[in-house]
């Protein structure tokens, strides 16, 4: 007899990851943020300067993607240089663009 367990799905703990990280690329300024920071390191002013938000905006986006290790950052001096830190991420993020933009 076959092991039940085989085919029963994913374990609870990657679905909740899984289902974080879309909850994370649901929304429109945390998608703007991980789209500039795919192309370039950036600091918080910088963002806020780009994107047009406040800073306690893009502060509050950064530590919710730091929580979930799509982004990380580097201290140069007093300033704090933010990157991407999850490329299957933004590959799935860039193929979503590119196929919302081919429509």
């Known amino acids: 007899m076959k092991n ?6 994913l374990p609870p ?3 909740q990851e899984v289902a974080l990280i879309f ?3 649901a929304d429109p300024t945390r998608i703007r943020i991980l789209y500039l920071l795919s192309q370039k390191a950036c600091t918080v002013t910088h963002i806020t300067e780009v994107l047009g938000l406040s800073q306690s905006a893009v502060s509050h986006q950064l530590s919710f993607l730091r929580n979930l290790r799509l982004v990380t950052y580097r201290r140069v001096g007093n300033t704090f240089v933010y990157t991407c830190d999850d490329d299957h991420v933004i590959t799935l993020l860039r193929q979503t663009i ?4 081919h429509s």
Not at 4 to 9: F, L, S
């Open 98 to 101: 590119d196929h919302v933009q």
């Open 23 to 25: 909850k994370a690329l």
């Open 13 to 15: 703990e990657t679905v």
């Open 4 to 9: 039940t367990n085989e085919h029963a799905g």
